[in-house]
């Protein structure tokens, strides 16, 4: 077996691009693991811990820039040779193969400055670089009179206030930073599910609860107008919700959107006063939902705006308000949910007493805190909601306990967990090991971007789970919830499907998932007492 | 194109994309048009190098 790291010298490629790389060379004939990274130092770290930092290899992997491309290998010598061999091969622009000669690609800008000569009518930058260098090509991007949506994450306050200061004074808008999902105009940005255009505009700081949002309010047969994502922190006081009051004018203007929905997280004080006075004076109806807050934020919203705590509450609301009757699924039905849950918890064993939310999105860990946590109960996490018990060790579960995967320590070098799922089914299977679980709730988020099949990513793990807890004499009950819409590519019948013939519970929406998840904690909770 | 961003949502928006190349496919697929930069860090990656350029420029 041997071991081997081929640096390119300043050659870059995004993180996505590489992961599919790394897939491709694993799956070759005597390979046995494959990565493909940029030399950052947090890559570095990664790959010493597998290894490469020992021995011969050291100097070679301490000299890689976070400029230079590196391949670490290990499998057979000729197969580990033959790669080496020809590395390039591997940097088509498709893993499939060759970008082929005289097409487009070969004739793409190296630099913002040289897309905009090519296309002067460009009017959105989309920009997902590392975020040391994001803020630098915002400022460009708004400088020639674009609009930016921004996806990376890591980018300061400071520079996201100069960012958003210089935009409001063109009139534009910045999506961002940490922006996972947009729509504008029937385009869907980044993390997008397919979904109808239709008359409901949403504003968000939250890139999963935009999606699920858009997701439900499709699946109703309804659709959206416009989703602008603001970033997380836009509505803290330090940003002052520049990005949020643009985007609600702009909604508010739109002859195309008929309601306005607000999706968020609690955040700075005088920001939310002023923006729920800026809802009161929509000339729209307007919904407001805060993820987490207990009750309606002061001032609560006045005039033709309503109040929904959670993302299912939000889109009844904005169905009702367009005139669409909402459906069933999205209403719950808490009779039948809690004898479902009890049936559950018969077949447990008295010593599976906990629930675990094991999250690609971020949005569904902190809603289920919020649902969990209105019952009284008790959770740990390693993104808790205010009141809520951090996690000693994130990789670590304790009682109950809601984790998010996208959190910046299982993403240090590697892609969010709704493209690459490693991280996320190691974590299903630590907990299906562990004889207090009783339940486990997922996520799975279909949409652009992500895995081309999330369902199928997990379903081993989720299987052999189960049946470690049935070979003790339990049961586990595996709870999910699907973002997306049967026009999405991986399909939400189909993804769907395959979770129940594995006996997985799974609910129209998160929300509805959480609260099931909440009968059977209280149940578990119950027995415990009479125990 | 400086367009204000109220005026952009009543039109079809136009893409530059600078990073995921993922993300200027997605909008291609579904009828978009779409630049995408075959980006690299400025200055070989050194930042204090490309503060310098951008001053200079």
Redesign the interface.
């Known amino acids: 077996m041997a071991k081997r790291l081929i640096v390119r010298r ?3 490629f ?4 590489l992961m599919q790389v790394a897939h491709q060379l694993a799956g070759q004939p005597g390979i046995r693991d494959a990565s493909a990274v940029m030399g950052t130092e947090a890559n570095r770290k990664v790959l010493a811990e597998l290894g490469y930092g020992a021995g011969a290899l050291a100097a070679e992997l301490s000299a890689a ?3 230079d491309l590196v391949f670490a290998l290990e499998g057979d010598e000729a197969a580990v040779q033959a790669v080496a061999a020809d590395p390039d091969r591997w940097l088509s ?1 498709s893993p499939q193969g060759a970008a082929p000669a005289g097409s487009a ?1 070969e004739r ?5 400055e ?3 000569a ?13 975020g ?2 994001a803020a ?2 915002a400022r460009a ?1 708004i400088t ?4 930016v949506f921004l ?2 994450s890591n980018v300061s306050v400071e520079d996201e206030l100069a960012l958003k200061r210089q935009a409001r004074e ?4 910045v999506m961002g930073p940490d922006c996972g999902t947009a729509y ?7 993390f ?1 599910n397919a979904v109808r255009r239709g008359p409901i505009g949403i504003v968000g700081s939250t890139g999963t609860g935009i999606q699920e949002l858009a997701s439900l309010v499709h699946q109703a047969g309804s659709g959206i107008s ?1 989703g602008i994502g603001t970033g997380s922190r836009d509505l803290s006081d330090a940003i002052g919700g520049i990005s949020t009051m ?2 609600i ?3 508010d ?4 959107t008929k309601v306005v929905v607000l999706l968020s997280k609690p955040s700075g004080v005088e920001t939310t006063e002023r923006v729920m006075r800026r809802l009161a004076a929509c000339g729209k109806p307007a919904v407001v939902c805060v993820l987490g807050a207990r009750g309606a934020p002061a001032p609560a919203p006045g005039g033709r705006a309503r109040y929904a705590s959670t993302i299912d509450e939000a889109a009844v609301e904005a169905l009702e308000a367009v005139g669409v009757k909402p459906p069933k699924s999205l209403l719950g039905n808490t009779v039948s949910m809690r004898a479902i849950a009890a049936a559950e918890v018969a077949r447990m064993s008295p010593a599976q007493r906990y629930v675990r939310g094991v999250f690609a999105g971020g949005t569904f860990c902190y809603q289920t805190q919020a649902i969990l946590s209105e019952a009284g109960l008790h959770l740990y996490s390693n993104s808790p909601l205010p009141g809520m018990r951090e996690l000693d060790d994130p990789r670590v579960s304790h009682e109950h306990s809601m984790v998010d995967m996208g959190a910046e320590i299982f993403v240090e070098g590697r892609p969010h967990p709704m493209i690459d799922a490693t991280l996320r089914k190691g974590r299903v299977a630590a907990e299906g090991r562990d004889p207090a679980v009783a339940l486990l709730l997922l996520d799975f988020i279909l949409g ?2 992500s895995s081309s099949n999330p369902v199928g990513d997990l379903i081993d793990a989720i299987s052999e789970a189960k049946a470690g807890a049935q070979a003790r004499g339990g049961h586990l009950s595996v709870v999910a919830s699907v973002c997306g819409t049967s026009d999405d590519a991986q399909g939400l019948e189909d993804q769907s499907r395959v979770l129940r013939d594995a006996g997985v519970l799974v609910f129209p929406s998160n929300a509805q998932a959480a609260l099931f998840s909440r009968e059977v904690a209280l149940l578990l909770a119950g027995r415990k007492e009479k125990g | 194109m400086a367009m204000r961003f109220d005026e952009l949502i009543g039109a079809k928006p136009v893409f530059v994309n600078l990073g995921v190349r993922g993300f200027a496919e997605s909008l291609r697929s579904a009828g978009f048009e779409v630049v995408h930069v075959d980006w690299s860090p400025p200055a070989g990656g050194d930042l204090e190098m490309s503060a310098i350029l951008d001053e200079l420029m």
């Open positions: 300043n050659r870059y995004d993180s996505v691009f820039a976070p400029n622009r690609e793409e800008p190296r630099s913002l040289e897309s905009l090519m296309r002067p009518d460009a009017t959105v930058a989309v920009i997902s670089v590392p040391q260098y630098r090509e991007a020639r009179g674009l609009s996806f990376s063109k009139g534009l808008v504008l105009g029937g385009a869907g940005i980044g997008a416009h643009t985007a004018d702009a909604l203007r739109d002859p195309g652009a971007i």
